[in-house]
C-alpha cells in the first residue's frame, strides 16, 4: 500500500534523489547500482515503498527501454564491430592522421583536426562511441607523442562523436536520431534545415575552439608528457590484419548504411545489418571466427549499454510517478515559454539529470511528446530540437562515456573535462537554443 505525501515534501525528495545519483555517478559507481539506489531514496521518501516501488515504476521504465531499443543497439554494436575487427575504421583512421604530417609548423592544428575527421566519419558511418575510442587511441597516442602535441588536447575528438553527428545533421543512424521517428511519427531526415544549421554552428564552435585550445597549449609550452605520462607508459601493440583494408572499400558498409536508411527508407535496425552484411562479404579474410569474436562481443556490449541506460530510464519513471514531478512541470507549464523552447529546455534538463543523451531523450519524449504535439509544434521541429538538445547537457561529468574516456585515455576530469564541457555541452546547448530561434520563424 503507498502512502500519500504533499507534493512539496515529494519533490524534495525528488532533489535528494536527483542529487545523489549525479554525486555517486560522479565517484564513480556503476550507473546500474546508482540509478536503483536513487530511485529507492524518491520512491521511499514519496511513500511507495520498496520493492513495490521499483517493481511498478523502475521496471516499467527499464523493459519499455529494453524492448524499444535493444534491436538496435546491438545491429549497432554489431556493425561497429565489424568495422573494427575487419580493419575497415583503422584503414580510414589511419588514412586521416596522416593529413597531420603534411602541414609543418601547424602540427598540432592539424593533428587535433584529424582526430575530429576520424571520429566524425566513423560516427556518421554508424559505429558506436564506445568503439571508435579503443580505435583512434594507439593511432592518436603514436601521432601526439611524435609530434610532441599535449595529450589532453587529443579530447577534442569528442565532438566528433557527441554533437553534430549524434543529434544534428539529419539521416545519421544515431539512436538520438532515430529514437524521435517512433514516437514523433518522422523520418531520420526531419526538419533537415534547422538540423544543418546547427551542425555548422557546431563545426564552427569547435575549429575556433580547437584554435584557441592549441595556441593557448603552444603559448604555455606544453608537451606531451604533462598529460600523457600515463598513458605514454601504457604497452601498445599495432593491431595485424590479414589483408589490407583499402578507404574507398572501407567506406562501402557505412554508405550502405546510410543508403538503406534515408534513400530506400528501410528501419534503423535493417540498415545496420546490412553493413554488417556487407562488411563480411568485403573483409572475410580479417574475420576469422566472426560468430565467436565479433558478434559474440557485440552481445556482451550491447547488453551492457543498453542495462545501463535501461537503468536510468527506469529511474526516470520513478521521477515522473511523484507528485512533485506533477508540481515541478505544471510550474513550468505556466511560464509561457514559447514550446520550442520548452523542448529544450525539458531535453537538456533530462539529459542532464540522467547523464545519458538516450536515456534522458527516452524520458522527455515519452512524457511531454503528446503535450508539445498538442501546441501545434511541428513534429520536425520537435524530432530536431530535441535530437540536438539531447547532446547538451548529457555530457557533465557523471555521463558514462565522459567517465569511460577520461579513464581509457588516462588522464583525470581535471586534466581535460574543460573539452568535454566546451564541445560537447555547451555548444550542443547553443545549437539548440539558436535552431529553436530560427523554428519559431517557420524554419524547418
Known amino acids: ?8 515534501i515529494s519533490l524534495i525528495g525528488v532533489l535528494v534523489g536527483l542529487a545523489l545519483l549525479i554525486v555517486l555517478c560522479y565517484k564513480g559507481l556503476p550507473l546500474p547500482f546508482a540509478s536503483i539506489l536513487s530511485a529507492t531514496v524518491i520512491l521511499l521518501i514519496n511513500g511507495f515503498g520498496f520493492i513495490p516501488g521499483l517493481k511498478e515504476y523502475f521496471m516499467t521504465g527499464f523493459v519499455g527501454f529494453v524492448k524499444g531499443y535493444y534491436l538496435l543497439l546491438f545491429a549497432s554494436m554489431l556493425f561497429a564491430k565489424l568495422m573494427g575487427d575487419s580493419g575497415a575504421a583503422n584503414a580510414i583512421a589511419l588514412a586521416c592522421s596522416t593529413l597531420a604530417r603534411k602541414y609543418p609548423g601547424r602540427e598540432a592544428y592539424a593533428a587535433c583536426f584529424s582526430m575530429i575527421l576520424i571520429a566524425s566519419i566513423l560516427t556518421a558511418g554508424g559505429v558506436s562511441v564506445f568503439v571508435i575510442i579503443f580505435i583512434m587511441l594507439p593511432i592518436g597516442r603514436k601521432l601526439f607523442q ?50 544543418v544549421v546547427g551542425s555548422i554552428f557546431m563545426i564552427a564552435f569547435a ?15 606544453e608537451t606531451f608528457m604533462a598529460t600523457g605520462h600515463r598513458i605514454a607508459a601504457r604497452e601498445m601493440k599495432d593491431r595485424v590484419f590479414a589483408k589490407q583494408v583499402k578507404v574507398w572499400q572501407a567506406a562501402v558498409p557505412p554508405v550502405c548504411v546510410l543508403l538503406v536508411l534515408n534513400v530506400f527508407k528501410q528501419s534503423a535496425e535493417l540498415s545496420m545489418l546490412v553493413g554488417c552484411a556487407a562488411c563480411v562479404a568485403l573483409f572475410r579474410k580479417n574475420l576469422p571466427n566472426v560468430i565467436t569474436n565479433s558478434v559474440g562481443a557485440a552481445g556482451k556490449e550491447a547488453a551492457g549499454v ?21 508540481l515541478a512541470i505544471s510550474a513550468f507549464g505556466n511560464l509561457g515559454l514559447p514550446p520550442a523552447l520548452q523542448v529544450v529546455i525539458l531535453v537538456n534538463l533530462c539529459a542532464g539529470i540522467t547523464g545519458s543523451s538516450a536515456g534522458g531523450l527516452s524520458i522527455a519524449l515519452n512524457s511531454f511528446a503528446e503535450k508539445l504535439l498538442a501546441t501545434g509544434l511541428n513534429p520536425q521541429v520537435i524530432h530536431r ?37 566546451f564541445l560537447n555541452t555547451l555548444s550542443p546547448l547553443i545549437a539548440s537554443i539558436l535552431c529553436a530561434f530560427i523554428s519559431m520563424l517557420g524554419v524547418v
Open 385 to 421: 530540437l530535441a535530437s540536438i538538445s539531447s547532446c547538451g547537457l548529457d555530457s557533465l561529468p557523471h555521463n558514462s562515456a565522459v567517465v569511460i574516456a577520461v579513464q581509457t585515455l588516462e588522464m583525470t576530469h581535471k586534466e581535460c573535462y574543460k573539452h568535454f564541457f
Open 306 to 326: 543498453v542495462i545501463t541506460t535501461s537503468c536510468v530510464v527506469g529511474f526516470g519513471a520513478c521521477v515522473t510517478a511523484t507528485a512533485g514531478y506533477q
Open 146 to 195: 611524435e609530434l610532441d602535441i599535449p595529450w589532453h588536447l587529443f579530447t577534442v575528438f569528442v565532438v566528433g562523436t557527441g554533437t553534430y553527428t549524434m543529434g544534428g545533421l539529419p539521416g545519421m543512424p544515431s539512436i538520438n536520431n532515430v529514437m524521435p521517428t517512433s514516437i514523433l511519427g518522422t523520418d531520420t531526415m526531419a526538419a533537415p534545415i534547422l538540423g
Open 207 to 221: 575549429i575556433v575552439y580547437t584554435i584557441i585550445v592549441v595556441n593557448i597549449a603552444k603559448k604555455n609550452g
Open 1 to 8: 500500500m503507498f502512502l500519500m505525501v504533499s507534493p512539496s
